[in-house]
């Protein structure tokens, strides 16, 4: 069963950074894509971006790209979310996800083919 531990979260102000982390087990980490993604208060969930086995490829949405970075880390089972330049818009409980099969080095969007999630962490942004 695989297992996702999300940790970095907290209260920052306007133009500040947050780092995520999570950490994964349970299988061959490096085999599959990885993901985050969010959910504000009364909002659907949100795909932030992802990432593919290699760490080579990665993907955002338009409302962080330029602001937040994907990167993992396989010897370690770590992926992480760097955000910077945080906006209260960007105040969410924020989950990693791993991809549900490997479809090889490439990111994977669509948060169906994703099977497995972590618990969430808040991050919460003051103006």
């Known amino acids: 069963q695989v297992q996702l531990v999300e940790s970095g979260g907290g209260l920052v102000q306007t133009g500040d950074s947050l780092r995520l982390s999570c950490a994964a087990s349970g299988r061959t980490f490096s085999a599959y894509a990885m993901g985050w993604f969010r959910q504000a208060p009364g909002k659907e969930r949100e795909f932030v971006g992802g990432?593919?086995?290699?760490?080579?490829?990665?993907y955002y949405a338009d409302s962080v790209k330029g602001r937040f970075t994907i990167s993992r880390d396989n010897a370690n089972n770590l992926v992480y979310l760097q955000m910077n330049s945080l906006k209260p818009e960007d105040t969410a409980v924020y989950y990693c996800a791993a991809a549900r099969f490997s479809f090889g080095d490439t990111v994977v969007r669509g948060s169906h083919n994703y099977g497995y999630w972590g618990q969430g962490t808040q991050v919460t942004v003051s103006s």
């Open positions: 990432i593919s086995t290699s760490g080579g490829r990665t």
